[in-house]
């Protein structure tokens, strides 16, 4: 069945550093992909998403870019802060059906 | 608009005991997910509705969990015995059947089963 697996955590980095969270998928088809996010006590946000190959989500000042050849769709953010500490979910879904989650990334900024 | 509503957002019980949670969807979207989250991992769906109708149930636990969607709208998930495993967080969440459209989640309940 269909999969999407994550880098392993935690990540902790400094502030204004660069960001990369890895993720990579297995599907039949074409999904959608996506990233979540989960600030400590609140529920999942939707932070971007691509719907289709060579699509980039972004917002926020975060990216990603729906690469089809290598199955992956990795989240890029220039510079961090500390507000963007959270725990990051990388998701597909087909068509209509469920989201399939990777198993998350926790982050952690420090000042 | 309002979100994904849930409640409780908290729940302590022995296990055996029985629990059951409620959500109430976003106003328009025919699709309903539970999701169990257990800490440390990524959500996993247990039933996907769409309108009152199960369009995907295969791994809920169905010798103690169940769920309904009543009319369409408003959602509940029992469990019935509990299990110390059964510990996690429970999320609801909604969408529009449309394709390529997110899901919209609730802040969940925190299950805790001593």
């Known amino acids: 069945g269909d999969s999407v697996t994550q880098m392993e955590g935690p990540v902790t980095l400094s502030e204004e550093a660069f960001l990369t969270i890895n993720c990579t998928y297995t599907?039949?088809?074409?999904?959608?992909l996506f990233w979540y996010v989960q600030y400590p006590g609140e529920g999942l946000q939707l932070l971007l998403k691509?719907?289709?190959?060579?699509d980039k989500g972004s917002n926020k000042g975060f990216e990603a870019t729906y690469r089809k050849e290598t199955t992956s769709f990795h989240l890029e953010k220039g510079s961090v802060q500390v507000s963007d500490s959270a725990v990051y979910f990388c998701?597909?879904?087909?068509?209509?059906?469920?989201?399939?989650f990777g198993q998350g990334t926790r982050l952690t900024i420090n000042p | 608009e309002a979100g994904v509503a849930q409640s409780p957002r908290y729940k302590i019980i022995e296990k055996r005991q029985s629990v059951a949670f409620w959500c109430n969807p976003i106003s328009g979207h025919a699709t309903l997910y539970w999701y169990q989250q257990i800490l440390g991992q990524g959500p996993k769906l247990l039933i996907q509705?769409?309108?009152?109708?199960?369009?995907?149930d295969s791994q809920l636990p169905k010798d103690r969990f169940s769920a309904e969607r009543l009319k369409g709208v408003d959602s509940t998930l029992k469990i019935q015995p509990a299990k110390l495993e059964d510990s996690a967080v429970y999320l609801c969440?909604?969408?529009?059947?449309?394709?390529?459209?997110?899901?919209?989640f609730g802040q969940g309940t925190r299950l805790t089963v001593v």
């Open positions: 969440a909604s969408s529009s059947p449309r394709m390529n459209t997110e899901a919209f």
């Open positions: 509705f769409q309108n009152n109708g199960v369009v995907d």
């Open positions: 691509a719907t289709k190959a060579d």
């Open positions: 998701a597909l879904r087909q068509r209509a059906q469920k989201l399939v």
């Open positions: 599907a039949t088809g074409y999904p959608s």
